[in-house]
Nanobody, 134 residues
Framework: QLVESGGGSVQAGGSLTLSCVLSGDTITENCIGWFRQAPGKEREGVAAVVRGNVAGSENNYYTVSGDSVKGRFTISQNIVQKTVYLQMNNLTPEDTATYYC???????????????????????WGQGTQVTVS
């Protein structure tokens, strides 16, 4: 199960932090991703993280972000709390969408030390949380 929270309404230039709590079969050592979908548009990959630390290091892990959010959005994780975060800064109206957290339990989204941002390999999805920027 994946449970998102943290969505809401914010003015342009503002910030929000989304949280995704993992449980059960969604606790995977593969990729956890954030996606978004605006009305009338296809689901878009925003950012993803390879769950777990880089071997031999603490608090270092592999992440990937989409071009449209680079420099503004940051994905992070708390492994102990089984939570993945999406810090969103400098929001614009174009960021308005329903944001989904997704887990890749079978490794199809993982390519070495990175993840694809294509939605298809992610097998488990949360219910979504709405972000509105005006």
């Amino acid at each position: 199960q994946l449970v998102e929270s943290g969505g809401g309404s914010v003015q342009a230039g503002g910030s929000l932090t989304l949280s995704c709590v993992l449980s059960g079969d969604t606790i995977t050592e593969n990729c956890i991703g954030w996606f978004r979908q605006a009305p009338g548009k296809e689901r878009e990959g925003v950012a993803a993280v390879v769950r777990g630390n880089v071997a031999g290091s603490e608090n270092n892990y592999y992440t990937v972000s989409g071009d449209s959010v680079k420099g503004r959005f940051t994905i992070s994780q708390n492994i102990v709390q089984k939570t993945v975060y999406l810090q969103m800064n400098n929001l614009t109206p174009e960021d308005t969408a329903t944001y989904y957290c997704a887990a890749d339990p079978w490794g199809g989204a993982r390519f070495g030390s990175t993840c694809t941002l294509a939605p298809k390999p992610f097998g488990f999805w949360g219910q979504g949380t709405q972000v509105t920027v005006s």
